[in-house]
């Protein structure tokens, strides 16, 4: 008997959608494998001209990460967005749609926004106060008739592409740019599931970091590293059965929780697997579980079963109700990988962003991580969130904590003169389409190649 034959009729409950065979496995072997492992220079993550090559052909000219819908959701909220050498200002107008511009002052170029504002009713320079509304119209020059003929239709606000994806806020400085949903491929689809909208950002922490961006971006985009540096969670979470899925430019891996890995053999004592999810994501099952030792498994069910009814448990005291959700469904990841620099986990009951971001130098970066919970209905209210500035060496939590160890240990390896070549494997397929699609976008790969 299996974890399946549990399951409560699927006519009431809701699960991941079931994955075609041919992708059910963890060795997707994509044919730009050819049978080899597929090699990176190493210079992508040192070389300053690459750096240079990104910032003038990838990051103007892809959709990416801004801010949550909850920082700009009344109108007059405004956020400013710091996307390497970028700046974009998001604005909440008064017909209550979303609004981008360059953050740039049309007077002499100053930057026109800082930070996260609320209750604008124009946005204004402070350098000579020149004013636009919140549509980027120009609307006061102090001192006008200085300038003579000055046309105020060619001083708007520079636009940026801005658009949503559940709680997420992307913008694209490409006026030529696809919409949004089109360039996010199958993903809305494939989380729609989930109801992604019902979330809500808590919480945002932002740290700078001594590496090179894609090697923030590369870390939460394999499970290969969970033998690794995440040696407690194997007795929770199945790191080999997990299917990996490539569209195109984006990627998707689907762990299963509340299991053993297949590494440590097949009698894996419940005691150790509920030890190891209480001591990996224990605050999904609530207060009260705080001991090690597991509840009674009822007669006919698993550990998987007794830690998706203590998550359900937890939820349904804040006044979340998440009966309509299998097992599989509480306890399945789905980490999405987003082309360039965006891994969204979710889980039906917690959503995580992890976003990686170039710094000044192409061995500088910044990881912005996003916490987002679910809410008892999708009408509820929308708040700002808790932004944060934090250190390397802040708490995170005893996975992400692992996971920015090596974020401090990785880029004088990636510097030594003799480290020529990254070497990935089909467990690190994402990778591989990662680092396909940016050499696409920057020019350096042959149409169809
Ligand atoms: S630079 Fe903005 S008003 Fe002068
Ligand atoms: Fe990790």
Known sequence: MT????????????????????????????????????????????????????????WPTVWQYACTVDHVAAPGDAFECRLGMLSAVVVRDHDGRLQAFQNVCRHRGNTLCAGHQRGLSELRCPYHRWAWDLQGRLHEV?????????????????????????????????????????????????????????????????????????VVADGFSE??????????????????HAPQRIWDRHSVSYQPYGVPSPRLGRDVDP???????????????????????????????????????RIKAAQASAGVDLERFTTEGILRLAQYNLFPNATLLVWADMVNLLVARPGPTA?????????????PDPGSERRPPLDLVRPPEADFGLVLNADVSVLLTMQRGLSQPGFEEVVLSAEECRIVNFHRNLERQLGLLAEGG
């Not at 494998?33 to 300053?48: D, I």
């Not at 006026?175 to 809500?200: K, M, N, T, Y």
Request: charge should be negative; aromatic fraction near 8%; charged fraction near 20%.
């Open 3 to 58: 974890d399946l034959d549990h399951r409560p009729p699927a006519s009431r409950t809701v699960g991941p959608p079931l994955l075609p065979d041919s992708i059910g496995a963890v060795a997707v072997q994509p044919d730009f494998l050819a049978g080899a492992p597929y090699k990176v220079p190493a210079t992508r993550y040192t070389s300053p001209e690459f750096a240079r090559l990104e910032n003038e052909r990838l």
């Open 142 to 214: 102090p001192s006008r008739r200085g300038f003579g003929a000055l046309d105020p239709a060619g001083l708007g606000l520079v636009p940026v592409a801005v658009d949503s994806f559940g709680p997420l806020v992307f913008v694209n400085f490409d006026p030529g740019a696809p919409p949004l949903a089109e360039w996010l491929e199958g993903i809305p689809a494939d989380s729609e599931w989930v109801g992604l909208d019902q979330f809500r950002c808590v919480a945002t922490a932002t740290t700078a970091v001594p590496c090179n961006w894609k």
């Open 223 to 240: 499970t290969y590293h969970i033998q690794g540096i995440h040696q407690e969670m194997l007795a929770s979470i199945d790191d080999v």
């Open 271 to 309: 005691q150790a697997v509920w030890a190891s999810f209480r001591a990996v994501m224990g605050e999904r099952t609530g207060p009260g579980s705080e001991d090690h030792s597991p509840p009674p498994v009822p007669e006919g069910a698993t550990v998987q079963d007794v830690i998706a009814d």
């Open 363 to 375: 061995d500088t970066g910044e990881l912005v991580s996003c916490v987002f919970a679910r809410m």
